[in-house]
């Protein structure tokens, strides 16, 4: 992995801004561009790239700097509504994609793009890095392993602080974000069907906008982004996930909790703690590994460590020719079961799934 490849980023937003430090870790790989239309996040990225010594041209417009810089990689970290036009006009130009979660903010787009990925030869991989948060990766690793036995039951939850503020306030609007339930939980559905090794057939949710934003008015439009959830998953070997998503828990001790209940056990995990506690039902006593991540993993990002690990993976799947660890698939699913969760809401019934007819 000695030879240099040229990234550029799309977005330098919160994240894209994540993603030039994560690079700047990352040997082999150079920033050299980054496009956005919005002057006061180009200052912010050049100011970045000056701390983290990348040399760096901001362009207003993508296309501009496609053919002026010709990049080996691109990071697509702009809002999530422009992902699918973005996204094609990148893949014009045959070069490694790393696309930010969600893949899309409708179904629809989102088998679209996973069609159009289907003839694309170069590296294309969707972002949903939480499984890459050290913690999480272990724990995957130790379910995978038999410790629980076969998963019955699947638990996540997620209990954190509000969305935050963006560029023209755009992450306040289902029609921008794809709803709550794609925009953020996206990650935690690609969670579900990883740890399952399984596709979800059916959804209940319930959930409501009872705290947040409720008196925000933009343009005279009045924010709709649900801020709380419980969502129910069944999957075609017969285990059964929920989510419980609580966004106005700022004080919780842990941000998010995974547990994985079997025949033989309970392994569960927390973040930030980073603890996996083993639960054995033969009563023996419990026993927790704690998962070290190294410092500048952490301060790189704001997803313990998770980001500066995906790029790595992606890194040396470019320079390799590798195949993508997490797929224009895996994109697709996990917004097909957010956008379920929210007509499951809207109509106060299941929902079923067969992800094969996705396709």
């Given at each position: 992995m000695?030879?240099?490849?040229?990234?550029?980023?799309?977005?330098?937003?919160?994240?894209?801004?994540?993603?030039?430090?994560?690079?700047?870790?990352?040997?082999?790989?150079?920033?050299?561009?980054?496009?956005?239309?919005?002057?006061?996040?180009?200052?912010?990225?050049?100011?970045?790239?000056?701390?983290?010594?990348?040399?760096?041209i901001c362009y207003a417009d993508t296309e501009e700097m496609m053919v002026a810089q010709k990049p080996d990689a691109v990071i697509i970290a702009a809002p999530n509504h422009t992902h699918f036009d973005i996204a094609q006009q990148v893949m014009a130009h045959d070069v490694a994609i790393l696309?930010?979660?969600?893949?899309?903010?409708?179904?629809?787009?989102?088998?679209?793009?996973?069609?159009?990925?289907?003839?694309?030869?170069?590296?294309?991989?969707?972002?949903?890095?939480?499984?890459?948060?050290?913690?999480?990766?272990?724990?995957?690793?130790?379910?995978?392993?038999?410790?629980t036995g076969p998963v019955k039951m699947l638990s996540i939850r997620e209990h954190r602080f509000p969305f935050l503020t963006k560029?023209?306030?755009?992450?306040?609007?289902?029609?921008?974000?794809?709803?709550?339930?794609?925009?953020?939980?996206?990650?935690?559905?690609?969670?579900?069907?990883?740890?399952?090794?399984?596709?979800?057939?059916?959804?209940?949710?319930?959930?409501?906008?009872?705290?947040?934003?409720?008196?925000?008015?933009?343009?005279?439009?009045?924010?709709?982004?649900?801020?709380?959830?419980?969502?129910?998953?069944?999957?075609?070997?017969?285990?059964?996930?929920?989510?419980?998503?609580?966004?106005?828990?700022?004080?919780?001790?842990?941000?998010?909790?995974?547990?994985?209940?079997?025949?033989?056990g309970k392994l569960e995990v927390k973040i930030p703690a980073a603890e996996i506690t083993w639960s054995p039902r033969s009563k023996t006593g419990t026993l927790t590994e704690f998962i070290d991540t190294p410092k500048a993993a952490m301060e790189a990002g704001d997803h313990h460590g998770a980001s500066f690990y995906q790029i790595n993976h992606f890194h040396r799947a470019l320079v390799e020719g590798g195949a993508p660890a997490v797929t224009s698939f895996d994109g697709l699913r996990s917004v097909q079961m957010g956008a379920a969760a929210h007509q499951s809401i809207e109509t106060d019934q299941p929902v079923s799934l067969d992800v094969k007819t996705m396709l």
């Amino acid at each position: 992995m000695q030879e240099t490849r040229k990234y550029a980023i799309i977005g330098c937003g919160m994240m894209g801004r994540e993603h030039m430090r994560n690079i700047a870790l990352v040997d082999g790989a150079e920033l050299v561009a980054i496009a956005d239309p919005h002057a006061p996040s180009q200052d912010s990225a050049l100011e970045l790239a000056g701390e983290l010594n990348q040399s760096i041209i901001c362009y207003a417009d993508t296309e501009e700097m496609m053919v002026a810089q010709k990049p080996d990689a691109v990071i697509i970290a702009a809002p999530n509504h422009t992902h699918f036009d973005i996204a094609q006009q990148v893949m014009a130009h045959d070069v490694a994609i790393l696309l930010e979660k969600p893949m899309c903010t409708s179904v629809s787009d989102a088998q679209n793009l996973h069609a159009l990925q289907g003839d694309y030869a170069p590296l294309f991989w969707v972002g949903l890095e939480y499984r890459y948060m050290p913690p999480v990766t272990r724990f995957v690793e130790r379910v995978h392993g038999g410790e629980t036995g076969p998963v019955k039951m699947l638990s996540i939850r997620e209990h954190r602080f509000p969305f935050l503020t963006k560029v023209g306030d755009w992450n306040r609007f289902s029609i921008n974000t794809g709803g709550t339930l794609v925009e953020k939980c996206c990650h935690f559905f690609d969670l579900m069907c990883h740890i399952l090794q399984d596709d979800p057939v059916q959804i209940y949710a319930s959930g409501g906008q009872d705290v947040n934003h409720l008196d925000e008015v933009y343009d005279g439009e009045k924010s709709d982004i649900l801020d709380n959830a419980y969502v129910i998953v069944d999957f075609a070997g017969g285990a059964r996930a929920t989510l419980d998503l609580c966004m106005f828990a700022e004080g919780a001790e842990q941000q998010e909790e995974i547990y994985a209940l079997g025949g033989i056990g309970k392994l569960e995990v927390k973040i930030p703690a980073a603890e996996i506690t083993w639960s054995p039902r033969s009563k023996t006593g419990t026993l927790t590994e704690f998962i070290d991540t190294p410092k500048a993993a952490m301060e790189a990002g704001d997803h313990h460590g998770a980001s500066f690990y995906q790029i790595n993976h992606f890194h040396r799947a470019l320079v390799e020719g590798g195949a993508p660890a997490v797929t224009s698939f895996d994109g697709l699913r996990s917004v097909q079961m957010g956008a379920a969760a929210h007509q499951s809401i809207e109509t106060d019934q299941p929902v079923s799934l067969d992800v094969k007819t996705m396709l």
